[in-house]
T-cell receptor, first 116, second 111 residues
């Protein structure tokens, strides 16, 4: 199979604090990982694409200094929401792709972030 | 603006019927298409992929791709209440990083 995990599955934090979310590919090496955000009753919106060992590519409108992405290994990418505010409350989902020979993305279970 | 469009639904079908979900795309260069299912509060799970014109069958699911008309569809035979979910069309052009999600179609299968 192709299993992707995320940790934590949910987190509640105070406004102004930073939150780190981990995304791991458990049984395959992921050359590319993707971070999505989903607000209620909306589809997934791509935030950024990260390749192992490279800087992430952010989508238009996503602040790279606010959403820090690190893809230090072929099995781990992290998203840090810095100085979180209530409007950052959302469902954050990562996905991972094996080698570049396929487009198939396998999704993690998601992290629900609530900022008070 | 490259787009992937779906009817948001809800699409309501009786148990045992065929559910037909459709998706159109604007980028004529699109090559890869995927159907994902998402239950409320959960992340998407892959149903199937399709890259070539024609039909692709996997169990109760059949994906159809028509590149000339720029649409891709998913048929679910013998629909079950457990199929009630939002179905997301995901596709795009080459370069792998340019895949886009449609807004999703909510399917409700009633007993």
């Amino acid at each position: 199979g192709a299993v992707v995990s995320q940790h934590p599955s949910w987190v509640i934090c105070k406004s102004g604090t930073s939150v780190k979310i981990e995304c791991r590919s458990l049984d395959f090496q992921a050359t590319t990982m993707f971070w999505y955000r989903q607000f209620p009753k909306q589809s997934l919106m791509l935030m950024a694409t990260s390749n192992e060992g490279s800087k992430a590519t952010y989508e238009q409108g996503v602040e790279k200094d606010k959403f820090l992405i690190n893809h230090a290994s072929l099995t781990l990418s992290t998203l840090t929401v810095t100085s979180a505010h209530p409007e950052d409350s959302s469902f954050y989902i990562c996905s991972a792709r094996r080698a570049a020979s396929t487009d198939t993305q396998y999704f993690g279970p998601g992290t629900r972030l609530t900022v008070l | 603006q490259k787009e992937v469009e779906q009817n948001s639904g809800p699409l309501s079908v009786p148990e045992g019927a065929i559910a037909s979900l459709n998706c159109t795309y604007s980028d004529r260069g699109s090559q890869s298409f995927f159907w994902y299912r998402q239950y409320s509060g959960k992340s998407p799970e892959l149903i199937m992929s399709i890259y070539s014109n024609g039909d692709k069958e996997d169990g109760r699911f059949t994906a159809q791709l028509n590149k000339a008309s720029q649409y891709v569809s998913l048929l679910i035979r013998d629909s079950q209440p457990s199929d009630s979910a939002t179905y997301l069309c995901f596709g795009g052009s080459g370069g792998y990083n340019k895949l886009i999600f449609g807004a999703g179609t909510r399917l409700a299968v009633h007993p």
